[in-house]
């Protein structure tokens, strides 16, 4: 069973910082790329950022410079760094797992943790 849990959601104030972190437990699974993707009420999930086993990032447009995407090297556990948070960075984001099970490739959705910026 794979079970992908995020934390690190808080309320803050705009301009500050949070760090998500993601951590996949699995016994068959190897993860090839970890994602974290947000969605507002109302609007459909997007990327924010990803990164692979080989330590590429890549990042939204709306997040270059200001948030930074990690794992840590050798463990199923990666990290979102965000700086200078604005109003409109709150909602909830979410972890994807993405690897191989065997064969197959497959992709594990976590739960989501809350961000809210705020005065």
């Known amino acids: 069973q794979v079970q992908v849990v995020e934390s690190g959601g808080d309320l803050v104030q705009p301009g500050g910082s949070l760090r998500l972190s993601c951590v996949v437990s699995?016994?068959?699974?190897?993860?090839?790329?970890m994602n974290w993707h947000r969605q507002a009420p109302g609007k459909q999930r997007e990327l924010v950022a990803g990164?692979?086993?080989?330590?590429?990032?890549e990042y939204a447009d709306f997040v270059k410079g200001r948030f930074a995407i990690s794992r840590d090297s050798g463990e199923n556990t990666g990290h979102l760094q965000m700086s200078d948070l604005k109003h409109e960075a709150t909602t909830v984001y979410y972890c994807?797992?993405?690897?191989?099970?065997?064969?197959?490739?497959?992709?594990?959705w976590g739960q989501g943790t809350q961000v809210t910026v705020a005065s």
């Open positions: 994807k797992a993405e690897g191989t099970i065997g064969d197959e490739m497959v992709g594990y």
């Open positions: 699995a016994s068959r699974f190897r993860v090839y790329a």
């Open positions: 990164i692979t086993t080989h330590g590429y990032p």
